[in-house]
């Protein structure tokens, strides 16, 4: 069975830095695309970076150069190092990967990060 | 990017009621579409994916239907457990983006 167990959020000031952790069973991060998404109080689903089985990385415009993605395949752990943090960065920060059909994704439970002084 | 307009962003509905949800793409996605449910302080759910298949243990109220750039989703009898906020995400091409959301509540 897929899980996807996040941690690592909190509060933190504007300015900050915070390190967003992903762990998962089930499967191999190595070998799958493993996204972060966050969703804004109230707000809707953002997609926030990617990194592929490849190793390739890609992120939004909003997050890029500020945000980078990374994993360790010895703890099958996904991170997501968060710098230069803004009030707007503020969101439920989901870990989430593709079904093996590549048709929808397993959701972890959200870790909540609040950038605010 | 491909963006995803989902109508209406409000639907107000009785139990019982047919309502059926929108999502339009700017850019065909083929059939790569799916539905999830999101409930307060909860993750979404899948409900739909490859825009008609039903995920399994979704009641069958629940379906999909749509291919290029227009996609429905619909609930054939609305049940107290159906009232969320209903999300659809194209998987055709990264990155891959969401809809702003349907809401449906009890009128």
Redesign the interface.
């Given at each position: 069975e897929v899980q996807l167990v996040e941690s690592g959020g909190g509060l933190i000031q504007p300015g900050g830095s915070l390190r967003l952790s992903c762990a998962a069973s089930g499967f191999t991060v190595s070998n799958n695309y493993m996204n972060w998404v966050r969703q804004a109080p109230g707000k809707g689903l953002e997609w926030v970076s990617y990194v592929y089985s490849g190793g390739a990385t890609f992120y939004a415009d909003s997050v890029k150069g500020r945000f980078t993605i990374s994993r360790d395949s010895s703890k099958n752990t996904v991170f997501l190092q968060m710098n230069s943090l803004r009030a707007e960065d503020t969101a439920v920060y989901y870990c989430a990967t593709l079904h093996d059909s590549g048709s929808y994704f397993y959701w972890g439970q959200g870790t909540l990060v609040t950038v605010s002084s | 990017d491909i963006q995803l307009t989902q109508s209406p962003s409000f639907l107000s509905a009785s139990v019982g009621d047919r309502v059926t949800l929108t999502c339009r793409a700017s850019h065909g996605i083929s059939s790569?579409l799916?539905w999830?449910q999101q409930k307060p302080g909860k993750?979404?759910?899948?409900l739909i994916?490859?825009a008609s298949?039903l995920?399994s243990g979704v009641p069958s109220r629940f379906s999909g239907s749509g291919s290029g750039t227009e996609f429905t989703l619909t609930i054939s009898s609305l049940q107290p457990e159906d009232f969320a906020i209903y999300?659809c995400?194209q998987?055709n091409t990264?990155?891959?983006?969401?809809?702003?959301?349907t809401k449906v509540e009890i009128k």
């Open positions: - | 790569y799916a999830y993750a979404p759910k899948v994916y490859t298949t995920q999300y995400q998987l990264y990155p891959l983006t969401f809809g702003g959301g």
